[in-house]
């Protein structure tokens, strides 16, 4: 829980980089948190990552297919990289 205290410091701070790194660490710790992975695909969005951050998103939406919180994201990812069916299919629900 410490390490996504410090990430959550460093994503204020406008650092997405450091903040990555320590929710990475997280993750390792508990691959069960759906939040972690979550703000995983924040960070990486943040570094316009946009493929890894697809692929946190759609592991949040795999697992968790009622988390609303993923779609916006998702959808915004999809529509940089080009997946135009995927993004219609989250924007039309």
């Known amino acids: 829980m410490e390490l996504q205290k410090?990430?959550?410091?460093?994503?204020?701070?406008k650092q997405p980089q450091?903040?990555?790194?320590?929710?990475?660490?997280?993750?390792k710790l508990d691959e069960t948190d759906l939040n972690t992975h979550l703000n995983i695909g924040h960070c990486y969005l943040e570094l316009e990552q946009f493929e890894e951050a697809l692929k946190c998103y759609f592991k949040v939406?795999?697992?968790?297919?009622?988390?609303k919180k993923v779609w916006?994201?998702?959808?915004?990812?999809?529509?940089?990289?080009?997946?135009?069916?995927r993004q219609e299919n989250i924007f039309s629900n």
Request: aromatic letters at 16%; one cysteine or more; charged letters at 20%.
């Open 72 to 85: 916006r994201p998702l959808g915004w990812c999809s529509f940089v990289t080009g997946k135009r069916n």
């Open 61 to 67: 939406e795999y697992l968790a297919p009622g988390n």
């Open 18 to 27: 450091k903040a990555l790194e320590y929710y990475l660490e997280a993750a």
């Open 6 to 13: 410090i990430a959550l410091c460093y994503r204020n701070l």
